[in-house]
C-alpha cells in the first residue's frame, strides 16, 4: 500500500484551451468531481505545474484522456529533464475496452519540481482531470488477507403510487475495507506508529492512496492501476500487540 502526501502540486497558469466553467484551479481543490477541462484545438493540450516541495510520485484522479505524456524538470526553465513517462488510460479484458479513471507514477526524489503533462487530443478532444497530486510516497503493508471492496451508491430510487419505479443516478464511490499486520522483527512498530500518526493528522482530508501494490493478472501484467483511489479514512482501529506484530483495521472511501 502506497500513500502519496502531501500534495505539493500548484498551478502554473492556465492552458489557453481551458473550457470556461473550468478552470485549472479546480484541480488543486479536493473535489474529484469538480474538473478542469479543455477543447483541443490541435493534437494535443499542454499543462504545465510546479510541485514546491519534495516529491517522488505524481498521480491523476478523475481523468478522461485518452493518452497523457509526464515530463518532470528539475530547472524551473524546463530544460533538465529528470523523469519521462506515457500514462495510457485504454485498457482492455474479457468485457471489452474501457477508460481507467486513473494514473500513477514514481520518479527519482526532487527537493523541488517542475512538471509538464501533455494530453493527447486525437480522440479525445474534450479532456479533463478532477485531481492532479504529486509529492513524498509513503509505504505500508498490502492488506494481509487482501481488501474487501464494495461501492456506495448515491443514486436515487424511489417507488411510485402507479408501481413504477423513479430512478435518478448519481455518482458512486468505490469503498475498500481491510487488515493491515506490522510484523515488530522487520520494523513494523516505526510503521505502525507512523500510519496512526497520519490518520490522525489527516483527518477527514482526502489522499492518493495506491490501496495494493503488486498485484498481476495471470499473465504476469500489474493490476496496479485497477487500485488507485483518491480517498479518506471512514474507520480506523489500531491495535498495538505485545508480541510479534500489530495491526490496524480500517475502511477508506472514495473522495468524491
Not at 514514481?106 to 503533462?117: F, H, I, N, S
Not at 500489474?222 to 508480541?243: C, E, I, P, T
Request: proline letters at 5%; charged letters at 20%.
Amino acid at each position: 500500500m502506497k500513500i502519496i502526501y502531501p500534495n505539493h502540486a500548484e498551478n502554473q497558469g492556465q492552458p489557453a484551451e481551458t473550457i470556461f466553467g473550468y478552470p485549472v484551479v479546480s484541480l488543486f481543490n479536493p473535489h474529484k468531481l469538480e474538473v478542469w477541462k479543455a477543447l483541443a484545438t490541435g493534437a494535443s493540450v499542454t499543462l504545465d505545474f510546479n510541485v514546491v516541495g519534495p516529491s517522488e510520485a505524481f498521480a491523476l484522479f478523475g481523468v478522461e484522456a485518452d493518452q497523457l505524456e509526464l515530463y518532470i524538470f528539475s530547472d524551473a526553465a524546463r530544460s533538465q529533464l529528470h523523469h519521462q513517462e506515457t500514462l495510457t488510460t485504454q485498457k482492455t479484458d474479457e468485457f471489452g475496452s474501457y477508460q481507467a479513471d486513473a494514473v500513477w507514477a514514481e520518479y527519482p526524489t526532487l527537493p523541488v519540481a517542475y512538471g509538464r503533462l501533455v494530453l493527447s487530443t486525437l480522440t479525445q478532444t474534450t479532456p479533463s482531470i478532477g485531481i492532479l497530486v504529486a509529492g513524498p510516497l509513503h509505504s505500508f503493508p498490502n492488506p494481509t488477507w487482501g481488501f474487501e471492496e464494495e461501492w456506495a451508491d448515491n443514486s436515487i430510487v424511489k417507488k411510485l403510487r402507479v408501481g413504477a419505479k423513479y430512478t435518478k443516478n448519481k455518482a458512486r464511490a468505490k469503498r475498500y475495507s481491510g487488515g493491515l499486520e506490522f510484523f515488530h522483527a522487520s520494523g513494523g512498530k516505526e510503521r505502525f506508529e507512523a500510519l496512526k500518526r497520519f490518520r490522525g493528522h489527516l483527518g477527514a482530508d482526502p489522499f492518493a492512496l495506491k490501496v495494493i501494490e503488486g498485484l498481476k493478472d495471470s499473465g504476469g501484467n500489474s493490476l496496479d492501476q485497477k487500485y488507485l483511489v483518491w480517498a479518506s479514512f471512514s474507520s480506523f482501529k489500531a491495535v498495538m500487540g505485545k508480541r510479534s506484530h500489530s495491526t490496524v483495521n480500517l475502511s477508506i472511501e472514495e473522495y468524491l
